[in-house]
């Protein structure tokens, strides 16, 4: 079956840093989604990934603090920029297929991101 | 907007009991309605869905109809299992979010206990 895969897996960040969050597929997709579950919450959409330009962000969400690329149809990746401790959550890349029924999302696994 | 509402968790059954998770949307239109699964330390997998009014998603022997005239979307299985233990969203995709956009509930943690 079709693999998302993302890395990294975890990570433990310094406040004020930058990290950034790849995701990896390897089917045709018809669209990409990076979704924040923060600690003992549900799962927010940050913005949809889109190829070749710039992604298209929910609300609360903004293009400086999670700056996102969609190179090609395959791949993407998210950063979380000038961290603080309530960054610290995991992201989840999620995809549609593009053999899958429209509305299906799959989900990576997640990075899960402590800020100290 | 639209919203999903769950029954607040943790649920803690013994196996082979009957489990029951409540989930309720508000959406325009006809949303389609998800239940999705998160294993302990795993991604979020699709445990069932139904598109329209009435439909019953089922797998795994997992459980749950598309109610309209009550807005509901219960989650329901006959016989738990240890294996079962996860946290279940509830999720639906409607007009005002886009199609393709998940708007999620907040979760329930199910512990199953042999």
């Known amino acids: 079956s079709a693999v998302i895969s993302q890395k990294p897996s975890r990570d433990i960040c310094q406040r004020g840093t930058s990290l950034t969050i790849q995701c990896q597929v390897d089917s045709q997709v018809t669209m990409m989604f990076w979704y924040r579950q923060q600690p003992g919450q549900s799962l927010t959409l940050i913005a949809t990934a889109n190829q070749g330009s710039e992604a298209t962000y929910e609300s609360g969400f903004v293009i400086d603090k999670f700056p996102i690329s969609r190179p090609n149809l395959t791949f993407s990746t998210l950063t979380v920029s000038n961290m603080s401790p309530e960054d610290s959550s995991i992201y989840l890349c999620?995809?549609?297929?593009?053999?899958?029924?429209?509305?299906?999302?799959?989900f990576g696994a997640g990075s899960r991101l402590t800020v100290l | 907007g639209d919203s999903v509402t769950q029954m607040e968790g943790p649920v803690t059954l013994s196996e082979e009991a009957f489990l029951t998770i409540n989930c309720t949307y508000t959406?325009?239109?006809?949303?389609?309605l998800f239940w999705y699964v998160q294993y302990p330390g795993e991604g979020l997998q699709l445990l069932l869905k139904a598109t329209k009014a009435d439909d019953k998603g089922s797998n795994k022997g997992f459980e749950a109809t598309y109610r309209k005239e009550t807005t509901s979307f219960h989650l329901e299985k006959g016989s738990v299992q240890v294996s079962d233990s996860a946290v279940y969203f509830c999720a639906l995709s409607g007009k005002s979010g886009g199609y393709n956009k998940l708007i999620f509930g907040a979760g329930t943690r199910l512990a199953v206990h042999p």
């Open positions: 959406a325009t239109g006809y949303p389609s």
């Open positions: 999620s995809v549609v297929w593009a053999d899958a029924g429209a509305n299906v999302l799959t």
